[in-house]
């Protein structure tokens, strides 16, 4: 599913993301990955989280990484901060193999694609 984020109310559409779904924003090259649980938050609290954890990441992580890594990894998050303010469209898709993810509203805003049976059966193996 893909939702195309114009404007800053866009970020306010609820996202149900389902244990096996992975979430993709392919201006930034970036992904939240399936994780095994259940996230319903907004796009914008969705991508809050992501900072804070990243974040956190690089702070715990003082000195099994290099300054190069740390350095990537505050880039990401300058980033998604600034998508936050919407400066130009971009693309939240969702990638869920069970079909169990879903937003709300669920309107004519949201492209839904279905995968090939074959090609479902692939992502689940």
């Known amino acids: 599913m893909t939702v195309k984020v114009d404007q800053v109310s866009d970020?306010?559409?609820?996202?149900?993301?389902?244990?096996?779904a992975r979430i993709e924003i392919p201006e930034l090259?970036?992904?939240?990955?399936?994780?095994?649980?259940?996230?319903?938050?907004?796009?914008?609290?969705h991508i809050a989280s992501a900072v804070y954890n990243l974040g956190n990441y690089v702070q715990q992580?003082?000195?099994?990484?290099?300054?190069d890594h740390k350095n990537k990894i505050m880039d990401t998050v300058i980033a998604l901060?600034?998508?936050l303010d919407v400066p130009k469209p971009w693309t939240w898709i969702v990638h869920d193999?069970?079909?169990?993810s879903e937003f709300k509203p669920m309107d004519d805003a949201i492209e839904v694609e279905y995968p090939e049976p074959e090609r479902l059966q692939?992502?689940?193996?």
Do not use: M
């Open 81 to 83: 901060n600034v998508f």
């Open 29 to 45: 090259e970036f992904e939240i990955s399936a994780d095994g649980k259940r996230h319903v938050d907004s796009l914008y609290n």
């Open 97 to 100: 193999p069970s079909g169990a």
């Open 122 to 125: 692939q992502q689940q193996q």
């Open 11 to 20: 970020l306010w559409r609820v996202c149900l993301k389902s244990p096996y």
């Open 61 to 67: 992580a003082n000195t099994g990484l290099s300054d």
